[in-house]
């Protein structure tokens, strides 16, 4: 009782000693898994442009055939279609960390599923 007491007493912003303390552990271990993705993400970026792929690799992905010029693509060159295509800023798409690309592309496919106007009697 008497430390909830202590706690309720050092609210700092609407938050306890421990909540703050809990709140800035938190935010540094989310900064230190951002750098080490960052990192993690070049040396990938690094390393794919070393790898030589195989035919079978780049002719097929998941049942889709791929264009004999989007298999000969770089990663950059791969990203900067995408920028292109969805009309976003030059770089913005390649920047993006792994898991925020295959969010956007899951978005604008259901954007690309929905009803167009025509569709709807606009």
């Given at each position: 009782?008497?430390?909830?007491?202590?706690?309720e007493?050092?609210?700092?912003n609407?938050?306890?000693?421990y909540e703050?303390?809990?709140?800035?552990?938190?935010?540094v271990?989310?900064?230190l898994a951002?750098?080490l993705?960052?990192?993690?993400?070049?040396a990938?970026?690094?390393?794919?442009?070393?790898v030589?792929?195989?035919?079978?690799?780049?002719?097929?992905v998941?049942?889709?055939?791929?264009?004999?010029?989007?298999?000969?693509?770089s990663r950059?060159?791969?990203?900067?279609i995408?920028?292109?295509?969805?009309?976003?800023?030059?770089?913005?798409?390649?920047?993006?960390?792994s898991?925020?690309?295959?969010?956007?592309?899951a978005?604008?496919?259901?954007e690309?599923k929905?009803?167009?106007?025509?569709e709807?009697?606009?």
């Open positions: 009782m008497e430390r909830h007491r202590l706690l007493d050092e609210r700092v609407g938050r306890t000693k703050r303390c809990s709140f800035y552990t938190m935010s271990f989310r900064w951002r750098k993705m960052s990192v993690m993400g070049r990938y970026v690094w390393l794919d442009k070393r030589k792929y195989t035919d079978e690799e780049v002719s097929e998941l049942g889709l055939k791929i264009d004999d010029d989007l298999r000969t693509s950059y060159e791969l990203c900067r995408v920028e292109k295509e969805f009309k976003v800023a030059k770089d913005t798409f390649w920047n993006l960390h898991t925020q690309k295959i969010r956007f592309a978005q604008q496919i259901r690309m929905k009803p167009s106007k025509m709807m009697g606009y």
